[in-house]
């Protein structure tokens, strides 16, 4: 079944071969078959298909890429939270109250709300999620944890090293061998990806080392927590172990900076994290000069980020870590995919998964123009319509292609 979107006022392809980033085009059409991009275009020029949709002079966007998310898991920390609010600084320990939640969890409550938490995020418009184990912190409970993770999500990433438990408090390093070891085995037949915390209160560099070189040799891609809460080692190892993202960058070294420009290990900002925490914002107007590769993501999780908007996270960027839109909105998209070492997510071009993205807006620039307003207007994933309660059911607000643009045609 082929379906034409129709009279775009705005197509985000992007495709630099369009024109600029984002490879913006006017007046345009798309047309999805197979669960694939079919065909770009102008409108006018547009093939038949057996079902159309009118965008109404709506901008379309690749479905939003979130590379960064903790999804498995029980319960909640509002209050937390709220003493975080009033004045408490974060730190990791916190991960260890839902560890023990998590755990007390059956497999339905777990597989429920992984869904309901998927299902949120695709109503956002978020067509790709990353999700992480990390809240069962034994073999059997990262088995589990990662095991569900893959009935559900897109990419799932083998996260044991995530704090170390309470068991063992007082050998971090024979949980870090466990993690390495049996966990490892019991949890790569269910995960494409292998990460670790590497922070003060976490895991040392050494300890990090470890567990992402036996990841490596069991088949898994590494990724890594880095530089979150203080300026430590973990950026530099990410680079030197070509991992494919280093997530949080908050502190870096001008040594760090470099290091990420010349490599291909994407630097993945997660502001919903310093809105919930407090800490500063990463500056990305730092790494995007020096020639950095970055990505926008959620860390959606119970403790230090609840949200699972990435339009949120892209108004964020904007106001506070002066990215323009367009930087923002590519990173939440094209770099969200890079750093995933994804080719078919996070553009529009022929050939390329149907996973798109139709704002109630003219412009994408209306994602932090018009922050905490919802914006998406109808979604597709790999050309599969996905409904529910956040699209809008107004079908003309916009009367065509937006003031100030001229129809190409």
Sequence with gaps: MSTVITNIGELVTNDPATGGGLGIVRGAALVMDGGRVAWTGP?????????????????????FVDSHAHLVFAGE???????????????????????????????????????????????QGTTTVECKSGYGLTVEQEERAVRIAAELADEVTYLGAHVVPTEYKDDASAYAHLAATDMLAACAPHARWVDVFCEEGAFDADQTREILQAGIKAGLSPRLHANQLTQGPAVQLAVELDAASADHCTFLSDADIDALAASQTVATLLPGVEFSTRQPYPDARRLLDAGATVALATDCNPGSCYSSSMAFCVAVAVRDMR???????WSATAGGARALRRTDVGHLGVGARADVHVLDAPSHIHLAYRPGVPQTHAVWKAGRRVEGPHQSTVEAPYGGIPDGHQDPA
């Excluded at 975080?84 to 409550?109: K, L």
């Design 43 to 63: 409108a006018s020029a547009a093939p038949a298909a057996d079902e159309s949709f009118d965008a109404a002079g709506r901008a379309v966007l690749p479905g």
């Design 77 to 123: 920390r509002a209050e937390e939270f709220a003493a975080r609010m009033s004045g408490r600084p974060y730190a990791a320990g916190g991960i260890r109250t839902t560890v023990e939640r998590t755990r007390a969890a059956s497999d339905d409550d777990l597989r429920a709300n992984l869904r309901r938490l998927i299902g949120e995020m695709a109503r």
């Design 323 to 329: 990215m323009t839109p367009a930087e923002a909105v």
